[in-house]
């Protein structure tokens, strides 16, 4: 040993030596046990069951790997209400939503999946085929169109049911079923709306394309600049790692304000697995006894289902079908030639067409848009220059006219 009890160099060479000797036994000796443990029991032999007796620690890690893949199995399988249980629960959540007196829905990407957009954890969701190793396919927004559980929240919220609409989807579907703006919370983004936030208030420039073809994590410029003062534009999405930070179209403060308000929330189509961590929007500062009410719609797992009054295994057109039914409340029919989009975009300028290679929005062959005092007779909408966020002009002509005033 060389002075002041140090390992001399050969001592430490032949320690290490030692040691990843013992690793690679420690793995042989795994692999082994685990050969063993997959054979039915009746196949093992004497030899074999003597070395699951000597390594019990192992035996034990392999039965906890083995609960969990199961637990975790079992969480992403889809589960279906018999249809007279599904009845039963629908004429149970209809007596809540009519007795609530400030109702919250939370929305996920099961609310999208019947416009043909992929949800996330379902048996064909972007997470599962990712993680089987399965390629994705593409998927052409601007044919997608609000569903009849989008056309429902908008008439529920239309009819003073529901007062707030919290979405993590980014498809603009809300916005597109005619749901007000101050109505929405769209905690990830949207993909119609770009920014600039170089303007105070942040201007925005909603589109009938997605705006997002050039941009992703950390990446947000569009490539386009602000009419008002030539900054460059960004997208208004938030990836998963990112903290969103813009106010509109996010308006995470009204929807903290009404969680706040809040005596029953409904989600629909969400795992809740992103959304259980934004401890402000299930009031977990207030005691049990005085948070809102949960109902979950969705046909798997989530991990606020045993906090829920009431859990329905149903696709989210199904059950909502069912929901306006029980409430004497008529779906109305999406139509496209009178999608709000239309009426609330910003057309490019001049020398900006080539900016963007999306197919657009576009209304039905023929179809003229609506005329403005129609849509000022429907609509029960703030004035835009109240709207949060920013100005957005009522159509491309009238929006024209209010930009050269300024």
Not at 78 to 103: G, I, M, Q, Y
Not at 227 to 235: E, F, M, S, V
Not at 361 to 378: I, K, S, T
Request: net charge positive; aromatic share 4%; proline share 7%.
């Amino acid at each position: 040993m060389a002075a002041g009890g140090s390992l001399s160099r050969s001592e430490r060479k032949a320690a290490a030596r030692a040691e990843i000797l013992q690793q690679e036994e420690q793995r042989d000796r795994r692999r082994q046990v685990s050969r063993i443990w997959r054979k039915p029991p009746a196949e093992r032999s004497p030899e074999e069951c003597q070395v699951l007796s000597e390594s019990e620690d192992i035996v034990r890690e392999l039965e906890r790997r083995r609960k969990r893949r199961e637990r975790l199995r079992r969480r992403q399988e889809e589960v279906c209400d018999e249809p007279e249980e599904l009845k039963r629960k629908v004429t149970e959540l209809a007596a809540a939503v009519r007795n609530a007196k400030h109702l919250v829905i939370y929305t996920g990407a099961g609310i999208s999946t019947a416009a043909s957009i992929p949800d996330y954890r379902g048996p064909n969701g972007i997470w599962t085929l990712l993680q089987k190793g399965r390629s994705i396919r593409a998927t052409d927004l601007s044919e997608a169109e609000p569903t009849l559980t989008h056309m429902s929240i908008a008439c529920l919220h239309k009819h003073n049911l529901v007062q707030h609409v919290v979405s993590q989807n980014c498809d603009g579907l809300h916005l597109r079923s005619g749901l007000p703006r101050a109505a929405i919370s769209e905690l990830h983004g949207n993909m119609y709306i770009e920014v600039c936030t170089s303007c105070t208030p942040n201007r925005e420039y909603v589109r009938v394309f997605d705006v997002t073809e050039r941009t992703a994590l950390h990446r947000h410029h569009t490539g386009r600049m602000c009419h008002k003062c030539g900054a460059q534009l960004r997208d208004t999405i938030v990836h998963f790692g990112e903290k969103g930070t813009l106010r509109q179209p996010l308006n995470w403060e009204a929807a903290t304000e009404a969680a706040s308000k809040a005596d029953v929330i409904l989600c629909l189509g969400s795992s809740l697995k992103v959304l259980k961590k934004y401890p402000r929007l299930w009031c977990m500062s207030k005691p049990p006894t005085r948070r809102p009410k949960l109902y979950i719609v969705n046909l798997q797992w989530t991990p606020k289902d045993d906090l829920a009054a009431l859990k329905l295994h149903g696709r989210c057109d199904d059950v909502m079908r069912l929901l306006m039914a029980e409430l004497g409340l008529e779906v109305p029919r999406y139509d496209r030639a009178r999608d709000p989009i239309f009426a609330l975009a910003e057309p490019l300028r001049p020398g900006e067409e080539g900016t963007h290679s999306r197919k657009p929005v576009a209304p039905p062959p023929g179809a003229e848009p609506p005329r403005e005092d129609e849509e000022e007779e429907e609509e029960e909408e703030p004035p835009p220059t109240a709207r949060p966020g920013g100005w957005l002009g009522r159509g491309c002509a009238k929006g024209a006219r209010r930009r050269k005033s300024n």
